[in-house]
Nanobody
């Protein structure tokens, strides 16, 4: 299993970023995918998930600002982040559960005030 996240960067508060995760090594189409994040000194927390059928779930603080989506043909999952806040600053990880948790290498998102 490989999960390669990209798209992080530095953005001002109120701005937008789109994260991408390229997946390989498993049957992408049938698995729930997600994004986690970890800020310095904090535990890793779930941000959003998307099922194989496209059903989505979001952590309360990102509901209405973030959108998770997937492209099964490209084996990619995306996280569109709008109205970013300084508290969204974290390393964001692509996630898969397949008998155990799998994490990508993470991509840094920094939101300046």
């Amino acid at each position: 299993v490989q999960l390669q996240a990209s798209g992080g960067g530095l953005v001002q508060a109120g701005g937008s970023l789109r994260l991408s995760c390229a997946a390989s090594g498993f049957n992408f189409r049938i698995n729930t995918m997600g994004w986690y994040r970890q800020a310095p000194g904090n535990q890793r927390e779930l941000v959003a998930t998307i099922s194989s059928g496209g059903a989505t779930n979001y952590e309360n603080s990102v509901e209405g600002r973030f959108t998770i989506s997937r492209d099964n043909a490209k084996k990619k999952v995306y996280l569109q982040m709008n109205s970013l806040k300084p508290e969204d600053t974290a390393v964001y990880y692509c996630w898969l559960y397949l008998c155990r948790d799998y994490w990508g290498q993470g991509t840094q998102v920094t939101v300046s005030s």
